[in-house]
């Protein structure tokens, strides 16, 4: 009796399965943010790897400024969606998505940057635009009625 290393036993039957089609590693994915990251929107990252063979799953992780893993719910490991809810600035950071199958992988990366609102500086102009134009209004409504 031969005796056959697993390996190559398991690599013949994977051959003998998927016949004489090729085996095609992930292509390099294209990642995308989805929404408007503001503290307290919601946001999807994205990541799609076309052409591969077979199909491909996909991991999101984010990397800096702390390494987090993501799970179902909120990942998608078919689409390659990560859905990030309720938005806050510790969730800032980039974003890892990994795509592989059993012949490669293949990656991309979003940096995610979450805006706290309008700055001071713009909060004051609009303030200080406010009073003048109330203040010509008042000036033109108080001419009006010295000629009148």
Not at 3 to 10: A, C, I, M, N
Not at 34 to 47: E, I, K, R, W, Y
Not at 135 to 145: D, I, K, N, S
Request: charged share 10%; with cysteine; glycine share 10%.
């Amino acid at each position: 009796m031969i005796s056959l290393p697993g390996p190559l036993v398991t690599n013949l039957l994977r051959f003998l399965f998927l016949g004489l089609s090729a085996l095609v590693p992930p292509a390099p994915p294209s990642c995308r943010l989805q929404g408007v990251p503001h503290v307290g929107a919601n946001v999807t990252l994205s990541c799609q790897s076309p052409r591969s063979k077979p199909a491909v799953q996909y991991q999101w992780d984010r990397q800096l400024p702390s390494f987090q893993t993501f799970f179902a719910p909120a990942l998608d490991v078919i689409r390659g969606s990560l859905s990030l809810t309720n938005l806050s600035s510790s969730m800032a950071g980039v974003y890892v998505c990994k795509a592989h199958n059993e012949v490669g992988t293949a990656q991309c990366n979003v940096t995610l940057e979450v805006s706290t609102g309008p700055g001071a500086a713009v909060v004051a102009g609009a303030v200080v635009g406010t009073l003048v134009g109330l203040g010509l209004l008042a000036g033109l409504v108080l001419l009006y009625h010295r000629r009148g």
